[in-house]
DNA sequence: CACCCGTGGGA
DNA sequence: TTCCCAAGGGT
């Protein structure tokens, strides 16, 4: 860290300049409805936390709507199958939030009568609920003043107290000067205005300093660093993985496809039978007797951690013939949008353009 | 602590 | 094309 502001930055500053540019979203009550005491609903908080977790908001908005319709309560969630869940999340990625969500919703109703805990150390033990989401409930739900630190947070401490030390490793210097900034008051409308600050004017690229509560209080704008903070762990390069993917359809139009086990990649997803994913040219394991016919184009998709090269084997099947694996799912049962993306990929190459949305879906 | 876990949009 | 990034949590 280099000079730190004389005047650290005042709570007061940040929370006037967000009464006028909070951004309106679906499962925020307005600055000027807190100050009337109308808090938000702790469902629709959670579930907005569970969904931003490294994800966009333009990417959340349409699930929340159709989780929020089609489940408006925590009961409803907690009631719902399994595999209803996770294809309403299919296409919003990291589905062990999905496989999260309805563990806690469950653990909610049967241990906590069905009412979301106002306690953040009660609140950590829900299943999905980590150090930020419990702080962000807390703070957005029931107005305690707890410390919310996202990647928000990180950058705009990291760019206030001009620290130079790279995340991860600077990550509990970040979380002790946030805690410093953290008032007694409004706890749930600070917590979104840092964020939202953030957002829109603390951005990663070209952050608009001009236009900052804070500015005066920032030492990287006194210092002209702001740009280059918060520093990083350089990356490591994804490497390229390769797969096949068999799309079996039967004769009376039914497609096999495999319930992916919970644990790992796309677990608890629906999927089309396939290979292993390596490095290495991936052996054949067809799911069932037929004649495959090889796509000319693969479907490519990028994960966290590797690039996808999947070859797409087709296959017209009679009825009789049993799958080894998989099961035949009737057509008009079966919905291209309840897929992962990379499986819908495949579809889409197979089936020749961009499956249709599910009109009511909610997905993009 | 290091690694695993998706996706789409923007530079 | 490629890289980076987004309201992290679990192991």
Not at 327 to 337: D, H, K, L, M, V
């Amino acid at each position: 860290m280099r000079d730190e502001p004389n005047d650290l930055p005042r709570a007061e500053a940040l929370l006037d300049w967000y009464d006028r540019h909070a951004r309106a979203l679906p499962w925020r009550v307005s600055p000027r409805d807190r100050a009337q005491g109308i808090l938000p609903d702790p469902y629709r908080v959670w579930l907005s936390e569970i969904m931003l977790q490294q994800t966009t908001v333009a990417a959340v908005r349409d699930y929340f709507h159709a989780f929020t319709t089609r489940w408006p309560t925590i009961a409803a969630l907690a009631a719902a199958p399994d595999e209803e869940v996770m294809a309403a999340w299919a296409g919003l990625g990291y589905y062990a939030r999905a496989r999260n969500l309805q563990k806690c919703a469950r653990a909610v109703v049967a241990d906590h009568g069905g009412v979301f805990p106002d306690d953040h150390a009660t609140l950590l033990t829900l299943p999905g609920v980590g150090p930020y989401t419990a702080a962000a409930l807390s703070a957005i739900a029931f107005d305690a003043p707890e410390t919310v630190v996202d990647g928000n947070v990180e950058r705009v401490m990291a760019r206030i107290f001009d620290d130079h030390t790279p995340l991860p490793a600077a990550k509990p210097v970040l979380t002790a000067y946030a805690a410093r900034l953290t008032p007694q008051e409004r706890p749930g409308c600070y917590a979104q205005a840092v964020m939202d600050l953030g957002a829109t004017i603390c951005t990663p690229r070209r952050p608009a300093c001009g236009l900052c509560p804070w500015r005066g209080a920032c030492a990287a704008w006194t210092n002209g660093t702001a740009a280059e903070l918060p520093k990083k762990a350089p990356k490591k390069r994804k490497p390229t993985r390769l797969g096949i993917a068999y799309l079996a359809r039967r004769v009376d139009g039914a497609w096999l496809l495999e319930r992916r086990p919970d644990k790992g990649l796309l677990g608890g997803m629906l999927g089309w039978p396939g290979s292993v994913w390596s490095e290495e040219p991936p052996a054949e394991d067809p799911p069932i007797r037929a004649e495959w016919k090889t796509l000319n184009e693969e479907a490519r998709h990028t994960f966290t951690h590797f690039h996808l090269r999947l070859t797409v084997r087709t296959a017209l099947v009679p009825m009789e013939r049993t799958p080894g694996r998989g099961e035949f799912i009737e057509s008009p049962e079966f919905r291209p949008a309840d897929l992962p993306t990379v499986m819908r990929k495949a579809f889409d190459l197979a089936h020749g353009g961009r499956s249709a949305p599910v009109a009511g879906s909610g997905k993009p």
